[in-house]
């Protein structure tokens, strides 16, 4: 019997030698841009394009499709959901089809659905003028500017009274924002809920803690969040909500929550597993690698969710480097030995130079800790992470780049149906 064959969007290699040990057949559609020769090895086909061009992606999908058929199609990154929903519909494969991963690819989509439900409520408006903007914020005091698509808090700013209306607007001007989106300011405690889905049924796997410094680029994460039980009850039926009246069907879902005096309202969610070595958080904490779950659904047809079972703590923090010049780069070696560490990521050079973090991607770098609580894990990792040193000097202020040049940098496109 043939092993099952799989589609798989933007898979590196960390994540394909895990389909690659359940013996699954992959086929790996990459853009040549992001391309690690390193996955090769996971892979029987190995297609470098644009996959975020739909009429290429779908006839080459659809052509692999009737030589060899894939059982299902899997991705763990933002750019690769809609694609995968969209070829879950065209190809009649199971899994999200089109309607479910645009409705949470776009936030303003999002919104409006669960407002339309009464899903905790949040006030929206799609892309408005100034004169707009500056009556919402007066109606609500503050109010939060993003794009419609995205990740990574990518063009995302705060607006906290009407004094920075003007500014705001200038600097949606400049940044090349586009179509964006405005809604009131939530307050409260910032979390993420950890979810596998199968077959419409949701399991919620972990409530993942936020330290975001009243900043909108997460500092560091948690895993459990330090919360009570009535309030993780709260939390984690509010999401299992959330993904019903989306229609999740299958799969990780990464669910940001804020937890508000009025209860949890949603900030944003994804058909995917959570970024900032948020999978690698749970699996120390649970002992459940969210990467393999969709891998094993494919490969085992008895597969069943498995329970959470709480064995620790475990962090991650990134680092806070200034920008400039770097001038100097030490602590590293004994940061890696402490107690506890189980990651330790630098991406920084003495000569090099630190731009202003615009989103999650420009940081440069981090410390993951595992304890056996969240509190000593917290506590563990951001020491750690002070005791790495990254000195700078400013340099000459350079224009900061677009969003459309970030972007580009990324070899990532918001919208293929645009």
């Known amino acids: 019997m043939a092993h099952p064959h799989i589609l798989v969007l933007a898979g590196n290699a960390r994540i394909l030698e895990k389909a690659a040990?359940?013996?699954?057949?992959v086929t790996n559609f990459e853009k040549p841009g992001t391309f690690d020769p390193q996955v090769a090895q996971y892979c029987s086909q190995l297609h470098l394009f644009d996959f975020q061009n739909i009429r290429l992606v779908t006839e080459l999908a659809r052509a692999l499709h009737s030589v060899d058929p894939f059982s299902r199609i899997i991705t763990h990154s933002e750019i690769g959901q809609v694609i995968s929903g969209h070829l879950n519909t065209t190809l009649g494969l199971p899994g999200n089809g089109l309607e479910v991963t645009r409705t949470l690819h776009n936030k303003l989509a999002l919104r409006e659905r669960l407002n339309d439900k009464g899903l905790g409520p949040v006030p929206a408006a799609p892309r408005t003028t100034r004169e707009e903007l500056r009556a919402f914020v007066a109606e609500h005091g503050s109010a939060v500017v993003k794009p419609l698509m995205g990740s990574g808090s990518l063009g995302v700013r705060k607006i906290h009274s009407i004094d920075e209306v003007s500014e705001i607007w200038e600097w949606i001007d400049s940044y090349g924002v586009g179509e964006f989106m405005i809604e009131a300011l939530l307050t409260g405690e910032e979390l993420s809920v950890e979810t596998f889905s199968l077959a419409g049924r949701h399991t919620v796997l972990a409530v993942t803690g936020k330290d975001t410094r009243d900043g909108l680029i997460e500092q560091g994460h948690v895993v459990p969040a330090p919360l009570g039980e009535r309030d993780t009850a709260s939390v984690s039926e509010f999401t299992c909500e959330v993904l019903d009246a989306v229609g999740l069907v299958d799969g990780v879902a990464h669910t940001e929550i804020m937890l508000t005096a009025q209860g949890p309202r949603v900030?944003?969610?994804?058909?995917?597993?959570?970024?900032?070595?948020?999978?690698?958080l749970v699996e120390l904490a649970t002992g459940i690698d969210l990467e393999a779950l969709p891998f094993r659904v494919a490969a085992d047809p008895d597969f069943?969710?498995?329970?959470?079972?709480?064995?620790?703590g475990a962090a991650v923090q990134f680092l806070d480097v200034a920008p400039g010049r770097i001038t100097e780069v030490s602590g590293v070696?004994?940061?890696?030995?402490?107690?506890?560490?189980v990651e330790l990521s630098v991406r920084a050079e003495v000569g090099g130079v630190v731009r202003p973090v615009q989103w999650s991607d420009d940081r440069r770098?981090?410390?993951?800790v595992q304890a056996p609580t969240g509190e000593e894990a917290v506590r563990r990792v951001q020491e750690i992470a002070e005791s790495v040193v990254i000195r700078t000097t400013p340099v000459a202020d350079e224009p900061a780049?677009?969003?459309?040049?970030?972007?580009?940098?990324?070899?990532?496109?918001?919208?293929?149906?645009?």
Do not use: C, Q, Y
């Open 21 to 25: 040990n359940l013996g699954l057949r």
């Open 365 to 368: 770098g981090h410390v993951l």
């Open 267 to 280: 900030i944003e969610s994804h058909s995917r597993a959570g970024g900032d070595r948020i999978s690698k």
């Open 304 to 312: 069943t969710v498995p329970v959470p079972r709480l064995r620790g």
């Open 401 to 418: 780049p677009t969003m459309g040049e970030v972007l580009a940098e990324a070899h990532e496109a918001l919208d293929p149906f645009s």
């Open 333 to 341: 070696d004994s940061a890696r030995a402490a107690e506890g560490v």
